[in-house]
């Protein structure tokens, strides 16, 4: 039986034999480690598209490295490839055919992977860090996307050394996603911008933050026609925002809820809040999954505005999450993200990447 398909057990948790005496703080959730993960803190990792055979597994890491790791149907793991920066990797997308992977780094410059051939060389370059990177995919043109710590948004053809495209931003990009047409960057000091990607890349609308703390990772989400319609913002403190680009009433439709909090919703006592470091929506069911600072992940039904689950907590913070293509598998990596300085930061501690059975805990409250 698939360890992957839809009908298996895997990765529902279990107890030991006399109950739960067999916690296990560094995978409390039980689920399967990937071997061979990163030397150190993980910032992104992306799964093969559709069009590929199978299930490939891209992460990038704060040792410069971006890996590449094949998932089988039984749940092993196995290390197919690396390349370097000269910095640290902080963005990771893969072409749309899934023969290449691009990634971004401190190194301000970007480069793309090709698998086939194992050769990587730079198709882009910034005068500050680059913080995201993504593949469009356009009817009449096809480019990367790259969004950097020096205040530009710039757009590839992956042939030529300057780009096809460079629009300036408010502040510095912090993170962005794409699902085309569309493209939603936040950046510094709480900026908010939507991009339309038809013809040719173009600012749609700024957008008042509906956070009031630094943004740190933001998600589209589609409707139920498979468009593009609003997108999911989580801030560092601990508190996520569903925001409809063109809501029939948006004093209702959107909203914001709170996460990644020590005493969940009690707000009677303090509480510790921790950032949402990722979130990543479920390409079948439109459920979403956040990580954060705190170690946990959890699972979320925006239409219903419920919480689904959410997981135990892991003995670090969990850095990196996504699905693939067909949301059987949710990959979240677990590694120290300096939330709380370097007086915590512990050399011996190692990363790990797990691998979780997605396809029945994320279906959403309401289907009958």
């Keep these: 039986m698939s360890l992957f398909g839809a009908a298996s057990g895997f990765g529902t948790g279990g107890t030991g034999v006399f109950g739960s005496t067999t916690t296990d ?23 093969s598209p559709p069009t590929m055979p199978g299930n490939f597994l891209i992460a990038g890491s704060w040792a410069n490295d971006v890996r590449c790791w094949e998932v089988q149907d039984n749940g092993q793991t196995v290390p197919k490839a690396q390349q370097m920066h000269t910095g640290p990797v902080l963005g990771v997308c893969w072409s749309d055919d899934g023969s290449k992977v691009f990634t971004a780094s401190c190194d301000k410059t970007a480069k793309m992977w090709d698998l086939n051939s194992n050769q990587a060389m730079q198709i882009a370059q910034h005068d500050g860090p680059i913080k995201s990177i993504h593949w469009i995919k356009a009817p009449n043109y096809s480019c990367v996307m790259t969004g950097s710590w020096d205040k530009t948004l710039k757009f590839w053809d992956t042939r030529s050394p300057n780009p096809m495209m460079s629009l300036q931003m408010p502040e510095r990009c912090y993170c962005a996603d794409v699902v085309y047409p569309m493209a939603v960057v936040a950046t510094a000091e709480r900026g908010l911008i939507v991009y339309q990607l038809e013809n040719q890349p173009s600012e749609f609308r700024r957008i008042d933050s509906p956070l009031k703390h630094q943004h740190r990772c933001v998600a589209i989400f589609k409707d139920k026609q498979n468009k593009p319609t609003g997108f999911a913002l989580g801030s560092i403190e601990g508190r996520v925002a569903i925001h409809y680009i ?9 909203f914001t809820f709170k996460c990644h909090r020590s005493n969940g919703t009690n707000t009677t006592t303090p509480q510790d809040i921790y950032a949402v470091n990722a979130i990543s929506f479920h390409p079948v069911h439109g459920t979403l999954a956040t990580v954060g600072s705190d170690g946990r992940f959890s699972f979320w039904d925006k239409d219903a505005r419920t919480k689904l689950k959410t997981s135990e907590q892991l003995d670090q913070p969990i850095t990196a999450c996504c699905f693939n293509h067909n949301g059987n598998i949710f990959a979240y990596a677990s590694s120290y993200d300096w939330s709380k300085g370097h007086e915590y930061y512990n050399p011996q501690k190692k990363n790990y990447i797990f691998l979780r059975n997605a396809a029945e805990e994320l279906k959403p409250r309401n289907k009958k």
Excluded: G, L, W, Y
């Design 246 to 254: 063109n809501p029939p009433n948006p004093a209702k439709d959107n």
């Design 25 to 47: 703080s560094h995978n409390p959730m039980k689920d399967v480690e990937v071997t061979s993960p990163p030397d150190d803190s993980i910032s992104c990792m992306a799964f």
